[in-house]
């Protein structure tokens, strides 16, 4: 499993606007539906899923970073959007910090391996402080995949 298995330089967003939990949820979903990533007839689906996932508990994982994602029987293989703030966005993370960089993820929903390694492989990058520094700073979709890229790289060979 590799990022560009589930993520390419067409599924990076950049500036997201809300300011706000759900705000975000929508603004991820309606973004995977324009780039093509899901049909818009699940668009409310996938929001429900995100929603009812985060109720659970927050995909807010600390240090600027969050993974809302969930599985539903009507999406047909794993895809994936990788979303900034540039403002950051209250998202009830667990240390109590703004969120700005996110990764949103769904998979069918009887299939958890390929889930569970691509949320485990972009845990392992956000782990680094030095990775989501540079994620806030890129540029443009390009420099920010191309990003994803090398911490894939170093950390996976």
């Given at each position: 499993m590799k990022i560009e298995d589930f993520l390419s330089e067409n599924s990076i967003v950049y500036g997201l606007k809300s300011r706000d939990k759900e705000g975000v949820l929508r603004e991820l979903v309606a973004a995977m539906v324009e780039k093509g990533l899901i049909s818009a007839d699940l668009e409310a689906d996938c929001l429900e899923a995100l929603v009812l996932r985060e109720n659970l508990g927050s995909t807010g994982t600390g240090r600027g970073?969050?993974?809302p994602h969930a599985?539903?029987?009507e999406v047909?293989?794993?895809?994936g959007v990788f979303a900034r703030s540039d403002n950051g966005v209250e998202f009830d993370a667990i240390d109590g910090e703004p969120v700005y960089l996110f990764f949103c993820l769904f998979s069918p929903k009887d299939e958890s391996t390929e889930h569970v390694a691509a949320l485990s492989r972009i845990a392992k990058i956000m782990r680094s402080p030095d990775w989501c520094r540079f994620l806030r700073s890129g540029k443009s979709a390009r420099e920010i995949f191309e990003l994803l890229l090398e911490a894939e790289e170093e950390y996976f060979g």
């Open positions: 970073v969050a993974f599985r539903l029987d047909s293989k794993l895809v």
